[in-house]
């Protein structure tokens, strides 16, 4: 470690021959499992655009269950926090350690404010009954509105265990951080984490006006 | 002798500072303006409208986000057949779920499924089948 | 053994040195013999399902235990055995080895995937014991979500086993792009990785439906989401769409790596250069991608929308162009080639015979107006054992007996090789050639019970399971007494010209002590050459 700087060199793994070659396959790595992400969350994509095309009216209706201003501000914790590690893989390739640590900080409260309005918007649908077929209780004029609830828990259910997920590799990013393991030469998991957290964001980008936006 | 590794431009680019903000601004923007036109009735407008800016914010995200703009286009090309191939799944399961009733063209609407349900108890019992609602 | 150099085999010792192993050699060696227990197992319930049929009405299982037999049989042989069977034991041992390279690009995701497939593996067997589940692997709704057997947790198996796939596709992948040794561009790599390549495409871009699709029907059962269910508005065969994206792709991830074990082995054996070359590497893709686009043929009778099931009928008259491609050219490799008649050969024309017939059937199941008599019968039962088993499995007995010297370092006896493939050829044809007139008359699959007249054919068919799994257990019988007191094999003992036939039989750690500098194509026989002018 350099005692001056608090760096700590990065060496590559025995099986490549360079660095390129190491960060190519990374990025490459990431690239491919980010389209399994697309897919696995495609899936629910598509089961939402068959019952919309069935049930149009009920979508509206469910929509004006949904508050379009926690959605809202969701949407702006999420898209800061997209920028928030971007600065931090820039301040690593910039050599500035605390500032990619209090980025990343930064990164990581945004997300858990994300999971805190979840949480509120949760316990407003738990309070009305507006759940999955299995325990829904709700009112509403369209039969099929337990449809929607059990679409709207399953898609944002499954985005908010990704978020968990990156705060989990957030946390892990953090630490290492700490110990000053990126720098201008050597920061590839930031960078992939990264491109983790904005497709988690594309994602989102997508949900928020499909199930809250409906007119 | 060449390799495929010297192809990689600038492995260590750095997204300018310009880029980021400006994206960062017109994501919001962008966000705040989608929230607004839907609450105004504009027909057929509000879907259109909608999925025009879901696009905008989506390749804003890509481009300079994730990087695409200085990105191999290999690379891009690997990450847009996702979307590729959830185009096939959706459209050709559309070929079958909008073309049902040609199969069965004396009911309007599609075939075998029902758009009629009984509401479901409380406590979520498993309800009664009930028969085609025509 | 006491003064034997040094290689993957024995060094480093113990047993935690395997469990926490990054070498690609070793998680491709604890795949195998995963992979051969699944088999084992999947194969006992066939064997069972085949001798509940001996009559109609009860022998010795009840309607419900020959429900879950099948099912059991299966889901362990399709996301058990066939889905992993060639890429993650012999692709995951071979390919690093073709390249050159010392591993693959992400040795440690190679160990969670296997360990991961042990989990999926343990939870199915979990699921085999808490009350079977009795829908057959394809799990359909509304029975699937109604039914009271186990469902759940074998979906949840299915689902973690998923990923092992993935993560091996997703490694492969990433290990053809980049650790490329220094000369070999892409079509200078044996014909196996271009095989394999595909399959990872698929891997890579089909499962994850597969995955939302069982986390769906999980769901389903837990909270009635109700996107399958009628009852709530959902649709039933929208299950049936998500299923069969995955699953026809999922046919390919099964035969395409299949096709590359052939792709090797016709050349070594014929001491000819592959005929075509590019066309068999870019049929590999072109099927992968096809297959994409044809998951309704399984649907013609499910309610899907006539436009649908005629786009569905063409594109999947399509795919057979470019396996017929494939076919043609390993017979042409095979032409004026100079022949040796050795077990991995012998294999092979096994295959090009039985997958021939398997394929031209799939070819008559395409078609609409036939498939809906034939749907459901056993028509496709037989049709799918051709191709899975006459293809898949005999391409992966081929493959480990070609690479079995490389693996461990020791020959097995020749001549039992030869016996045992005569009993398991006889054997498959007696079990399932049977079988196509059995559906052609009118035989549904699945049922329990049968007209009496089909009787004859069963009994023949339930004889052949017995013949083919003698032969099976022939083959265990001489690869363990190769094992114990095989002779040593050399380096090449097929002659053949691949990177992985310039290491070490067992190879060393590290693979290789030089790095190899490819200045050719991988199949050039000198013979070859001088004829080509
Ligand atoms: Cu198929």
Redesign the interface.
């Known amino acids: 470690m350099d005692s001056a700087t608090g760096i700590k060199q990065h060496h590559v793994a ?3 021959s ?1 660095s ?2 190491e ?3 990374a ?3 990431t ?17 939402y ?3 919309r ?3 149009p009216a009920m979508f509206v209706e469910a929509a004006s269950h949904l508050s ?1 201003q926690l959605g ?1 501000l969701n ?2 914790f999420l ?2 926090s ?2 928030t590690m ?2 931090s893989v ?1 301040s690593a ?2 050599n500035k350690r605390q500032a990619c640590f209090y980025f990343l900080l930064i990164t990581f409260l945004l997300a858990a404010c994300f999971m805190g309005v979840k949480a509120i918007e949760y316990a407003q649908k738990f309070e009305h009954g507006l ?7 709700g009112e509403g004029v369209a ?2 509105l ?2 929607f609830f ?2 709207y ?2 898609m944002t259910g ?1 985005h908010g265990i990704h978020i968990i997920v990156g705060m989990g590799l957030l946390i892990w990013l953090m630490i290492r951080t700490r110990r000053g393991e990126f720098y ?2 050597y920061f590839t998991p930031l960078e992939m984490v990264g ?1 983790y957290w ?2 988690v ?2 994602v989102w ?2 949900l ?3 199930l809250y ?3 | 002798m060449q390799t495929q590794h010297e192809e990689v431009p600038h492995p260590h680019f750095m997204i300018p500072l310009k880029y980021t903000v400006g994206t960062l601004i017109s994501l919001l923007v962008l966000a705040v303006t989608n929230v607004i036109i839907s609450q105004f009735d504009l027909g057929i407008y509000n879907i259109v409208i909608m999925f025009g800016i879901i696009l905008v914010m989506a390749t804003l995200d890509m481009l300079f986000f994730m990087g695409f703009r200085w990105e191999r286009g290999f690379h891009i090309m690997m990450f847009l057949s996702g979307f590729v191939f959830l185009f096939i799944f959706l459209s050709f399961t559309l070929s079958d779920i909008m073309y049902r009733n040609a199969t069965d063209p004396y009911k309007m609407q599609p075939y075998g499924i029902k758009n009629l349900v009984k509401p479901l108890p409380a406590g979520g019992e498993h309800s009664e089948r009930t028969e085609h609602s025509e | 053994m006491t003064t034997a150099k040094p290689n993957y085999l024995n060094s480093p010792k113990g047993i935690l040195s395997w469990i926490f192993t990054l070498d690609h050699k070793r998680i491709g060696l604890m795949y195998l013999v995963a992979i051969a227990i699944s088999f084992a197992l999947g194969g006992f319930f066939a064997l069972l399902v085949r001798l509940e049929l001996l009559n109609p009405g009860k022998l010795f299982l009840t309607s419900q235990q020959y429900n879950q037999s099948f099912t059991l049989h299966g889901a362990i042989m399709i996301f058990l055995f066939l889905i992993p069977s060639i890429p993650a034991s012999l692709a995951n041992f071979v390919l690093p080895l073709q390249l050159g390279a010392k591993d693959v690009a992400f040795p440690r995701l190679n160990l969670w995937s296997f360990y991961l497939y042990v989990i999926g593996a343990a939870i199915c067997l979990y699921s085999m014991f808490a009350g079977a589940a009795d829908t057959g692997w394809t799990f359909y709704t509304p029975y699937s979500t109604t039914t009271t057997t186990s469902v759940i947790s074998l979906v949840l198996g299915a689902f973690v086993l998923g990923f092992s796939s993935i993560f091996t596709g997703l490694n492969f992948m990433v290990t053809i792009h980049t650790l490329r040794p220094p000369g070999m561009s892409w079509f200078r790599m044996p014909l196996f990785l271009w095989s394999i390549y595909a399959t990872a495409l698929i891997q890579v871009l089909a499962t994850p439906v597969l995955g939302i699709t069982l986390l769906l029907l999980i769901v389903e059962r837990v909270a009635k989401i109700g996107i399958f269910d009628p009852t709530l508005g959902g649709d039933p065969v929208l299950f049936q769409h998500f299923f069969w994206f995955y699953s026809h792709p999922a046919v390919y991830i099964m035969i395409l790596p299949a096709m590359g074990v052939i792709s090797e082995i016709i050349p070594t054996f014929c001491r000819k250069n592959i005929f075509g070359y590019k066309y068999i590497a870019f049929s590999s893709v072109a099927i992968a991608l096809l297959g994409f686009l044809v998951w309704g043929h399984h649907m013609y009778i499910s309610g899907q929308s006539q436009f649908a099931a005629l786009i569905f009928s063409l594109i999947t008259f399509l795919v057979s162009i470019p396996s017929g491609i494939k076919v043609f050219n390993w017979i042409a490799t095979m032409y004026k080639g100079s022949i040796q008649l050795k077990s991995p050969f012998l294999y092979c024309l096994a295959f090009l015979f039985l997958f021939c017939i398997g394929g031209f059937t799939g070819v008559v199941l395409g078609t609409i107006s036939l498939d809906v008599h034939l749907q459901d019968t056993y028509f496709v039962v037989a049709h799918f054992h051709y191709v899975m088993v006459g293809g898949t499995l005999m391409a992966f007995i081929a493959g480990l007996h070609y690479w079995w010297p490389k693996m461990f370092g020791k020959m097995y006896n020749e001549r039992a090789a030869v016996i045992a493939w005569g009993l398991i050829f006889v054997g498959f044809n007696v079990l399932f050639f049977f079988q196509y007139i059995l559906g052609t008359k009118g035989m549904p699959r699945r049922y329990y019970n049968y007209l009496p007249e089909f009787q004859a054919l069963n009994i023949v068919s339930t004889v052949g399971s017995w013949i083919l799994a003698a032969g099976l257990f022939l083959m265990l019988g001489y690869l363990i007494h190769s094992l114990l007191k095989g002779k040593p094999a050399p380096q090449n003992p097929w002659g053949g010209l691949t990177l992985e036939w310039k290491a070490d039989s067992p190879p060393i750690t590290e693979n290789f002590e030089e790095i190899h500098i490819v200045t050719g194509g991988p199949y050039e026989y000198p013979a070859a050459t001088k004829s080509a002018h």
């Open positions: 025995h099986h490549f360079s390129a070659q960060f190519e396959a990025k490459l790595g690239l491919v499992f980010l389209v399994t992400e697309v897919l696995f969350f495609g899936g629910l994509f598509v089961g655009a068959i019952l095309m069935m049930y379009w809202l949407t702006i898209i800061t997209a920028f971007i600065m820039r390739q910039l759940l999955p077929a299995m325990w829904f209780s039969e099929t337990p449809l059990g679409l828990f399953a499954l201008s030469g491109l904005h497709v964001d594309l980008i997508f928020f006006p499909l936006l409906i007119r």
